[in-house]
C-alpha cells in the first residue's frame, strides 16, 4: 500500500524538522505505544499495540534513519513483527518554506504480510490510513507545543482522491487463511477503524 499527502504549519521549517527527527518526539506521534528505547540517533526500537479490533496486535518495530538533508528531507524504515503479521514500511518527508510556514510532503510504502496481511487491502489500507492520520493529528499538536503553543494550523493541500472503501462486512473469500480471529483480531470491529473523509490520499497500486 502506498499513500501520500501534504500538510502545511504555521511553523519555522527548522521547528518541524526538530520534531520529525527527535525519537523521544516521534514515540509521542505513534498511538498505542507501549515501550520506546532509542539505540542511538539513527537506530530506535518501539512495542506498539495497533488497534485491529478486540485486543488489537502487538509488534515490535525497529526503525532506522536511512538518509537525511537537513532542514528539507529524511527517509525512514521500519520493521515490525507480531503474532500473525510482519510489517515493512518506509516512509519519507520532505519539507520547503511557505509564506505562512512550512509545507510537508510525505510519503508511505506500507507492507504487511502473514495471516493478518492476508486479511486484504480492502480491509487493511481504511485500518493503515486512519493510523496514519491519527500519527499526523499527534504531529500537529507536537509542532504546536514546539513552536511555542502559537497554533499551528494545518491544512491537507492536496487530495488524490476519496478515501479508500471500508468494508466492515468483507466476505469470507477475502480473509480466507487469515488467523486474525484466533489472535483476538475481527476486520468487523466497531473498533477497527474510523474511515476520515479528510484523511490521507492514498494509492492501491500495491
Same mark, same amino acid.
Given at each position: 500500500?502506498?499513500?501520500?499527502?501534504?500538510?502545511?504549519?504555521?511553523?519555522?521549517?527548522?521547528?518541524?524538522?526538530?520534531?520529525?527527527?527527535?525519537?523521544?518526539?516521534?514515540?509521542?506521534?505513534?498511538?498505542?505505544?507501549?515501550?520506546?528505547?532509542?539505540?542511538?540517533?539513527?537506530?530506535?526500537?518501539?512495542?506498539?499495540?495497533?488497534?485491529?479490533?478486540?485486543?488489537?496486535?502487538?509488534?515490535?518495530?525497529?526503525?532506522?534513519?536511512?538518509?537525511?538533508?537537513?532542514?528539507?528531507?529524511?527517509?525512514?524504515?521500519?520493521?515490525?513483527?507480531?503474532?500473525?503479521?510482519?510489517?515493512?514500511?518506509?516512509?519519507?518527508?520532505?519539507?520547503?518554506?511557505?509564506?505562512?510556514?512550512?509545507?510537508?510532503?510525505?510519503?508511505?510504502?506500507?507492507?504487511?504480510?502473514?495471516?493478518?496481511?492476508?486479511?486484504?487491502?480492502?480491509?487493511?489500507?481504511?485500518?493503515?490510513?486512519?493510523?496514519?492520520?491519527?500519527?499526523? &493529528? @499527534?504531529?500537529?499538536?507536537? /509542532?504546536?507545543?514546539? =513552536? +511555542? !503553543?502559537?497554533?499551528?494550523?494545518?491544512?491537507?493541500?492536496?487530495? *488524490?482522491?476519496?478515501?479508500?472503501?471500508?468494508?466492515? &462486512? @468483507?466476505?469470507?473469500?477475502? /480473509?480466507?487463511?487469515? =488467523? +486474525? !480471529?484466533?489472535?483476538?483480531?475481527?476486520?468487523?470491529?466497531?473498533? *477497527?477503524?474510523?474511515?476520515?473523509?479528510?484523511?490521507?490520499?492514498?494509492?492501491?497500486?500495491?
Amino acid at each position: 500500500m502506498r499513500l501520500d499527502g501534504m500538510r502545511s504549519f504555521a511553523a519555522p521549517r527548522e521547528t518541524v524538522w526538530e520534531v520529525l527527527n527527535s525519537p523521544d518526539r516521534m514515540a509521542e506521534l505513534m498511538p498505542g505505544v507501549e515501550g520506546f528505547e532509542v539505540q542511538d540517533d539513527r537506530n530506535w526500537k518501539a512495542n506498539v499495540k495497533i488497534p485491529l479490533g478486540l485486543g488489537g496486535l502487538r509488534m515490535a518495530i525497529n526503525f532506522e534513519k536511512l538518509e537525511e538533508r537537513r532542514p528539507e528531507f529524511a527517509r525512514l524504515s521500519a520493521k515490525g513483527t507480531g503474532v500473525g503479521a510482519l510489517m515493512n514500511m518506509e516512509t519519507s518527508f520532505a519539507l520547503s518554506e511557505e509564506a505562512e510556514g512550512t509545507a510537508m510532503r510525505w510519503e508511505a510504502d506500507v507492507k504487511i504480510a502473514g495471516p493478518v496481511g492476508s486479511m486484504g487491502q480492502r480491509v487493511l489500507q481504511p485500518i493503515v490510513t486512519q493510523q496514519v492520520q491519527n500519527v499526523l &493529528d @499527534a504531529l500537529d499538536r507536537q /509542532v504546536m507545543e514546539a =513552536s +511555542g !503553543g502559537g497554533g499551528a494550523q494545518v491544512t491537507e493541500a492536496e487530495d *488524490a482522491g476519496p478515501p479508500a472503501e471500508s468494508t466492515p &462486512d @468483507a466476505s469470507a473469500d477475502e /480473509v480466507e487463511g487469515s =488467523s +486474525g !480471529g484466533e489472535e483476538g483480531i475481527h476486520e468487523a470491529s466497531p473498533q *477497527a477503524y474510523s474511515p476520515d473523509p479528510e484523511g490521507p490520499t492514498h494509492n492501491t497500486q500495491d
